[in-house]
């Protein structure tokens, strides 16, 4: 009707415009290779250490390497840990980064589902640990609050394929926000004890660094020993020195303000030194960094059927499995709901809670961040024997649930990911990074 103004009704899920769905696909194409390699690596390590031959895969981690005189002759699993999984976390910043900056959460409306339900699906199952582990055990709070992306993913990729694209953008955005609340978490509660003149002094080179990139300087034989002396001295000073690669990862400039070097008609406010960083390393990340890690850490003795039913009857390994399968989807669909209570949203068409709850479950496997919180808390020995156990049985019972609810749905997904495919409207739609 004339003077009226016809309000719309905000929804969730809706479609990405296309050049950010095409650029998702691409990143979950690489992550879901690099979950198959996560897979393929857990497994092996897991075989070895119940083998005849344990003695000989703990023999491997301990294996020291590394410049004595820098104080980094560390054993081959601290460095997976440490220095391979910084890798990891540089990738996660560069990713949130973009998303906040160019891609379709830099609408707020768009960003506060994700990241609320990411928020929650941290809170809740720290509560839920307390309240099952409590005592001695309440260190390892956090252990059962991030989602492994990478595994995740590797398993959407068996049950899920025509899982819709908004369905499988908010996994990954979910899991990158949970990454970054994962660096927080490190450096505020697991720094055993602070050296503030190395912390101080990684400030220089990351400094430095952080100069060079807003110059568009692309020099790897600049960059790189820059980036490693601050790596270096965040060790050094006693925070976890993964949290280094989050801080590198936020000086990296997202949109490019003047032309690239050896170009006469460069755009301007296109895409800067994030995208060309993120192509370069998330290959190394999702095939070598994480399963890396995952072989030196997945590999635990199970001690057979009765001494996995006893690890599993310990209140941290209880806490762990219930923060994972409980807390994890009840922590994602409360503050989901909650933004879509307060802010009147409906789900996208097509789509039902079901499918929210299927996607929550699929969120509880937990793996890299949460063996990476194990080893922070509780060290080496018994109890950590009993975290690496505890996490992944947590996880392929998530994985095992979500495949159940996934499936449910499959016929409703496939014809959703039938109109997606068909539908040729994005013809023409110019890419974020270009001016029209």
């Known amino acids: 009707m004339p003077g009226t103004t016809a309000t719309r009704t905000p929804r969730l899920f809706n479609r990405s415009t296309w050049p950010e769905a095409r650029r998702i696909a691409d990143i979950l194409r690489k992550e879901t290779i690099g979950g198959a390699l996560l897979l393929a690596a857990a497994l092996a390590a897991l075989i070895w250490a119940n083998s005849p031959w344990a003695q000989t895969y703990q023999d491997l981690r301990t294996l020291e390497a590394g410049p004595a005189a820098l104080h980094l002759n560390l054993d081959l699993a601290t460095w997976a840990a440490d220095g391979l999984l910084a890798i990891f976390f540089f990738v996660a910043g560069l990713e949130l980064k973009r998303e906040f900056v160019a891609g379709d959460l830099r609408d707020l409306r768009r960003a506060a589902v994700p990241v609320a339900a990411a928020v929650g699906g941290v809170v809740v199952p720290a509560l839920v640990y307390l309240t099952v582990a409590s005592g001695a055990g309440a260190r390892g709070w956090a252990i059962p609050t991030a989602t492994d992306i990478a595994f995740a993913l590797a398993v959407l990729a068996v049950i899920g394929r025509s899982l819709p694209d908004a369905l499988r953008t908010f996994l990954l955005t979910l899991a990158v926000v949970d990454d970054l609340i994962a660096i927080v978490i490190i450096a505020t509660f697991y720094t055993s004890h602070l050296s503030m003149l190395p912390l101080l002094a990684a400030m220089v080179p990351l400094a430095v660094f952080a100069v060079l990139v807003r110059r568009g300087v692309r020099a790897w034989w600049l960059l790189l020993p820059l980036a490693f002396a601050c790596w270096a001295l965040v060790h050094a000073s006693g925070v976890h020195a993964t949290v280094a690669g989050g801080l590198l990862a936020l000086t990296v400039p997202v949109l490019s303000r003047t032309p690239p070097a050896g170009t006469r008609n460069g755009t301007?406010?296109?895409?800067?030194?994030?995208?060309?960083?993120?192509?370069?390393?998330?290959?190394?990340?999702?095939?070598?960094?994480?399963?890396?890690?995952?072989?030196?850490?997945?590999?635990?003795?199970?001690?057979?059927?009765?001494?996995?039913?006893?690890?599993?009857?310990?209140?941290?390994?209880?806490?762990?499995?219930?923060?994972?399968?409980?807390?994890?989807?009840?922590?994602?669909l409360a503050a989901t709901w909650l933004v879509a209570r307060f802010t009147r949203a409906t789900l996208d068409e097509g789509l039902a809670w079901i499918d929210m709850a299927g996607l929550a479950v699929l969120a509880g496997i937990g793996f890299t961040v949460s063996l990476l919180i194990g080893e922070l808390a509780f060290g080496t020995g018994e109890t950590d024997a009993r975290v690496k156990i505890a996490v992944l049985a947590g996880s392929l019972a998530a994985a095992l649930l979500a495949t159940v609810i996934l499936r449910l749905r499959a016929r409703l997904y496939r014809r959703i990911h039938q109109t997606e495919t068909a539908d040729s409207d994005h013809d023409g739609i110019p890419d974020l990074y270009q001016q029209p």
């Open 268 to 332: 301007p406010d296109g895409p800067g030194l994030a995208e060309h960083f993120e192509h370069r390393f998330r290959p190394i990340s999702a095939g070598v960094a994480v399963p890396v890690f995952a072989f030196f850490s997945a590999g635990v003795g199970l001690g057979g059927l009765d001494g996995l039913a006893g690890t599993l009857s310990d209140p941290v390994a209880m806490g762990i499995v219930a923060g994972l399968l409980v807390g994890k989807p009840v922590g994602i």
